[in-house]
């Protein structure tokens, strides 16, 4: 009797073991290393759903016929290959062979392809306010939803007219709008002040968002066309979303599986910064936070001139196939996430060991994100053909592009830390018209044709402006907190001390239950 009993109870004591097994397992990953993966990967499904159409757009769009050389019959080659002899090697694997679909000129490309961003700069205001009154869980989860709802809907949208194209990618910026804000208020929620540098590296995500998606999408193209990519970037958008509506939640309060003593931390270590009034006449009319706003405009437009014309630049001119352009626009943005923690890390070691003072530490990044960049890629223009010089600049300029994560843009955080989410706001409402007015711009000058002559008006111009609003910076831009970033307009006599860089150390993601970073 006592026999059976007891293998009657081996299978009720096997299930209490394995859950007891599964909550050990849970308590040893905290909330915060969970909220982390969310944010990262979160970021990176927006920006895959973001850029895909950057890429995807040299497949659908059918280019008009090329001419080798200018019309003043300058010796110069406009093309790196020829495009009347497709029997070399070079133009069998050129991807004019690949006749696009739709007859866009590049005006229509470069609006569908700025549409993204016409609402994008005014929907984080309306983020910020959603946020509050709704919460990040619902606000970052439904705009990545209706992200992905549109991108399924692109494929079947095509065909009808460029106008719908426009539409959904209009929306699809209205709703990415909303994430960044979103996210920022979940931090404040959730992240103490010690860790909070650790946890914007998730932010990051973008990054290998972009780097992941046009690779990604010159594999699905050449193999199985450009609707696939919408499909792809669509589902994994839907997924992700199920994911964060089971694992987020808007504060440690209403976590079910948050361990008492995490939640303990967190609640004792997160400030209370309600009921502190925004002073927006003081940054409207601060030159430090114009400055972050104007300067940061010229490395958005620089960006940008890579992100979205970019790889029609490397069909049109260079004459790579949809997938080598794939890998080679997407490669250096792979490198973007090591590069910014490297940056970072120089900018504590200058500043601890004395060497620079912050202010100079943020202004010497700031030119080596704007300055050395908008050269670069003014010399991608005159390299010509030299593909493998082409590439070398192009790499190191998007990389080089990180450091303003070191430079103007750590200096938000700097200039008035308890107001840093309203100055970011300020300056991205600033900044971010770039993000549609570069692809614009480069649209208009290679309306005639896409030569080298032309695409080196796109890249003066970027330079210019890159290097131009710096001088900005250069002047106006500083590290000094400013009075009005507390209530009384004056600095409390206990925060008088040398200013430290923000921890820029962005490997220590994961969390100790204490609160401390786990060791390396």
């Known amino acids: 009797m006592e026999e059976a009993q007891r293998l009657d109870d081996e299978p009720m004591i096997s299930k209490m073991y394995s859950a007891c097994s599964f909550r050990r397992l849970q308590d040893m990953v ?49 093309y790196c290959y020829d495009p009347a002899n497709m029997t070399d090697e070079l133009a069998a694997d050129n991807i004019t062979k690949e006749e696009g679909e739709f007859d866009w000129d590049a ?8 549409s993204f961003y016409w609402c994008y700069i005014l929907s984080q205001v309306v983020g910020g306010i959603l946020t509050q009154h709704f919460g990040t869980k619902t606000v970052f989860g439904f705009s990545q939803f209706i992200t992905a709802i549109c991108s399924l809907l692109i494929p079947t949208a095509a065909p009808l007219h460029y106008g719908a194209v426009i539409a959904l990618r209009s929306i699809q910026g209205i709703a990415s709008g909303l994430t960044w804000p979103a996210m920022y208020a979940m931090v404040g929620h959730w992240i103490p002040a010690i860790e909070r540098s650790r946890f914007m590296s998730s932010f990051q995500g973008f990054s290998f968002g972009i780097g992941l998606t046009y690779p990604l999408c010159g594999f699905l193209i050449a193999h199985f066309g450009w609707r696939v990519v919408f499909y792809v970037t669509g589902s994994v958008g839907i997924l992700w979303c199920l994911i964060w509506w089971l694992l987020a939640f808007d504060t440690p309060a209403q976590h079910p599986r948050i361990t008492p003593s995490e939640r303990r931390y967190i609640e004792s270590n997160v400030g209370n910064t309600v009921g502190l009034v925004v002073p927006w006449h003081s940054i409207l009319t601060s030159l430090p936070a114009w400055s972050i706003g104007i300067t940061t405009f010229g490395r958005i437009w620089i960006h940008y001139t890579f992100i979205i014309p970019g790889p029609m630049y490397m069909k049109t001119v260079l004459g790579f196939s949809i997938q080598k352009n794939g890998l080679m626009s997407g490669a250096p943005f792979l490198c ?94 600033i900044h971010m018209t770039a993000s549609f007015l570069s692809p614009i711009a480069a649209g208009i000058l290679l309306q005639e044709s896409q030569t080298l002559e032309q695409w080196q008006q796109v890249f003066w111009l970027a330079a210019v402006i890159s290097c131009g609003t710096y001088i900005f910076f250069q002047v106006f831009g500083t590290a000094d907190i400013q009075v009005w970033n507390y209530p009384n307009q004056k600095i409390p006599v206990d925060l008088i001390q040398p200013l430290q860089p923000a921890n820029c150390k962005q490997n220590g993601t994961a969390f100790k239950e204490n609160g401390e970073a786990a060791e390396d």
Not at 107 to 114: D, E, M, P, V, Y
Not at 343 to 363: G, S
Not at 394 to 401: G, K, P, Q, R, Y
């Open 107 to 114: 005006t229509t490309q470069s609006t569908i392809l700025g």
């Open 336 to 429: 973007s996430y090591v590069s910014s923690v490297l940056f970072c890390y120089l900018a504590d070691v200058l500043v601890n060991n004395k060497l620079l003072t912050l202010t100079n530490v943020r202004k010497l990044f700031t030119a080596m994100s704007q300055i050395v960049p908008g050269l670069l890629v003014l010399a991608i223009g005159y390299l010509g053909c030299n593909i493998t010089l082409v590439l070398i600049a192009w790499f190191c300029a998007v990389t080089l592009i990180t450091a303003s994560y070191a430079g103007a843009m750590a200096s938000v955080v700097d200039i008035a830390p308890n107001l840093a989410g309203p100055i970011l706001a300020f300056a991205q409402t």
């Open 30 to 78: 905290p909330a915060r290393a969970v909220l982390y993966f969310l944010s990262f990967s979160g970021f990176l499904v927006s920006f895959m759903m973001r850029t895909d159409i950057n890429i995807a757009m040299i497949a659908m769009a059918r280019l008009p016929p090329p001419s080798p050389y200018a019309a003043n019959a300058s010796s110069t080659p406009m």
